[in-house]
């Protein structure tokens, strides 16, 4: 036997072990789920997830770096999440847009994906427990703040319980994969702004079509072999569609942050937070002033801070801030309690896990 096969035959008896061990800890997973249902506890930890992480985070040693040591956990977590009860997830459909994406990431792909219509939908899920969670973009490294997801947490009772940062990349594609066939090319508007300049450059004169998701674009390409869509490579997995071009964007630095929305409780510490708090103040000079210096005082960081109107009264704003720590934290507690007194109307969106970038 050289020496290549037995490497292999290694590897297989290693797999063996592996998949016995899965087993293993799935049957150590539906007895914990017997324990949970008699006991009426949740299903879903966040925090048991990210002790296990940082567990073995502290145990690695390579080749695998931290980071493929969570791709490969997290779907181990999600399979034996769903072995108990599946986590429902809201995101803006149909499939494979970048919140989609988003979700598989941070929930794992055994969770179960709610597609609904809009942003707003999303929230509405949630709202009335058709989806545990709900995955929302607030923002993009190039184009800015999403207001209308802002404008929704004005209404909304709903929580911030984690951020997802998601590398944003972009690849045309179509039926046949060949350039020369495109006559049109389907595109959501966020996506076509950042590859305007290689839409330009490589399909000049071809018009481009406005879909209303990323996703969509795919779908509508996929239902016509002259047309091409900028869109994910989830969405060519799940609408067949074969890369005329991988990574179109203009910026390479172009990344997305989503929001986790749920009615549940704030997570606890991790040590690595941020809270996210919005506010209205009254109309008078150095009003924000007196917002902004019990933060500067405490020596807090703002990492984040935005103004949208009301849409109540004319002239008022709501501003929205995202702080480093935890609502625990003695100082971040103590400067929001100092704040709430020179406010109209004060409200905690979420005190989370920061999110690394996926």
Known sequence: MGELETLRKQIDGIDDEIL???????????????????EQSVFYSPEREREILAR??????GPFTNDTLKIIFREILSASLALEQPLRIACLGPLATFTHLAALRHFGSSSVIVPVESIKNVFEAVEIQNAEFGVVPIENSNEGVISYTLDIFMDSA?????E??????????????????????????PATAQCRRWLALNLPGIPVVNATSTANAAELAAQDGESAA?????????????????????????????????????????????????????????????????????????????????????????????????????????????????????????????????
Not at 158 to 162: F, I, T
Not at 164 to 189: A, C
């Open 164 to 189: 997802v940062m998601l590398r944003i990349t972009h690849n045309l594609l179509s039926k046949s994969g060949i350039k020369s066939e495109v006559k049109k090319v389907y595109s959501f508007s």
């Open 230 to 358: 900028v869109a994910s490579e989830l969405a060519a997995e799940i609408y067949n569609l074969k890369f005329i071009e991988r990574s179109i964007e203009d910026s390479k630095d172009n990344f997305t942050r989503f929001l986790v929305i749920s009615k549940k409780d704030f997570p606890k510490k991790s040590g690595n937070d941020k809270t996210t708090i919005m506010f209205s103040v009254k109309d008078r000079p150095g009003a924000l002033y007196d917002i902004l210096y019990p933060i500067k005082k405490a020596k807090i960081n703002l990492s984040k801070i935005e103004s949208r109107p009301s849409k109540r009264k004319a002239w008022e704003y709501i501003f929205f801030v995202d702080m480093e720590g935890h609502i625990d934290d003695k100082k971040v507690r103590k400067s929001i309690e100092e704040i709430e007194g020179h406010c109209l109307y004060l409200k905690i969106l979420g005190s989370y896990p920061k999110g690394g970038l996926l």
């Open 20 to 38: 016995e061990l899965l087993n293993k800890r799935a049957g150590i997973v539906l007895d914990i789920s017997h324990i949970k249902r008699n």
């Open 158 to 162: 709903l929580k911030v319980s984690a």
């Open 56 to 61: 073995l985070f502290s145990l690695n040693k």
